[in-house]
């Protein structure tokens, strides 16, 4: 099994930036791709963030592109989201996610997903 923490997240203003980070913990030898996905109230969990094992391959939703930047650290079994010119739109609750070695495809779906942190809160006011 595998455990995620997350933190970092914070209230800020609009324009703002905030750091979150996750720490994993258990089998994390066995950890493939991680993630970072956001949900606000009464919606469906979306995609954010994804990076593949080794860190060579990331991937952001559109709505993320040129603002958020995804980093692991697989030494210290950590992934973190750099999150600048935050919008109020950006609001909602951050959860980081993991899958098994040798899953393929949809990335970008929590289904996909075996681990998940317990969230973190990102609010942005205008």
């Known amino acids: 099994q595998v455990q995620l923490v997350e933190s970092g997240g914070d209230l800020v203003q609009a324009g703002g930036s905030l750091r979150l980070s996750c720490a994993a913990s258990?089998?994390?030898?066995?950890?493939?791709?991680m993630g970072w996905f956001r949900q606000s109230p009464g919606k469906e969990r979306d995609f954010v963030s994804a990076i593949t094992a080794t860190g060579g391959s990331k991937y952001y939703a559109d709505s993320v592109k040129g603002r958020f930047t995804i980093s692991r650290d697989n030494a210290k079994n950590t992934v973190a989201l750099q999150m600048n010119s935050l919008t109020p739109d950006d609001t909602a609750v951050y959860y980081c996610?993991?899958?098994?070695?040798?899953?393929?495809?949809?990335?970008?779906?929590?289904?996909?997903?075996?681990?998940w942190g317990q969230g973190t809160q990102v609010t942005v006011s205008s």
């Open positions: 996610a993991a899958r098994n070695p040798g899953v393929f495809g949809g990335l970008d779906s929590p289904g996909k997903y075996d681990y």
């Open positions: 258990g089998r994390t030898f066995s950890l493939g791709t």
